[in-house]
């Protein structure tokens, strides 16, 4: 995995000049978390096809790409995205809907949701659980914590403004604290 931006910059714009071993780089940067959104969107069994038609997506446009690291990583989770949709249209099948989540707004979180959410992203099952949330939440917090997108980038992948983004993780990361608290210790 690149340390920084700066090196993953440098990776993608070399891949565009032709350089394979900076494509295996760039890739091996950003799957696993593209990976991961997916995840959240089609669910475990469909995921790797879908993020394999979006990489021959990436690699096909990746000339007429321009931009620094965080854009990169948006621009390739925008494509991820729509290919989902692509996925789940071509199903038959409507992306779950969330529920009502007024009645966690008053609520204060016992502790660091952001944090309980950041070490519970190590475990497999975490995935799964993010999966059970709104999905304007399980995206926002996917593509905020596990991609590492700000929330102008989100908004721009999600087609919406950087504040529901904001809002929408935020709730989201409320969610899965209380979820991560129900869960039995194993």
Request: glycine fraction near 10%.
């Amino acid at each position: 995995m690149l340390g920084d931006d700066a090196e993953l910059t440098a990776a993608v714009l070399a891949a565009q000049h032709g350089d394979e071993s900076a494509f295996r780089t760039v890739y091996r940067a950003v799957h696993p978390r593209l990976l991961g959104y997916v995840r959240t969107l089609v669910g475990e069994p469909d995921a790797e096809d879908v993020t394999s038609e979006a990489w021959l997506q990436i690699a096909r446009d990746l000339d007429g790409f321009s931009g620094d690291a965080d854009r990169f990583r948006g621009w390739t989770a925008r494509i991820a995205r729509n290919r989902a949709l692509d996925h789940i249209r071509m199903r038959g099948r409507r992306p779950a809907v969330g529920g009502d989540e007024t009645e966690l707004t008053g609520r204060p979180a016992p502790s660091d949701t952001a944090d309980e959410a950041m070490e519970a992203l190590a475990t497999g099952s975490t995935m799964a659980l993010i999966a059970r949330l709104p999905q304007d939440q399980a995206e926002a917090v996917v593509l905020r914590v596990v991609v590492g997108l700000d929330a102008k980038s989100a908004a721009r992948t999600l087609g919406k403004r950087p504040g529901a983004v904001r809002t929408a993780a935020h709730r989201g990361l409320k969610k899965l604290a209380e979820l991560l608290d129900a869960e039995p210790p194993g």
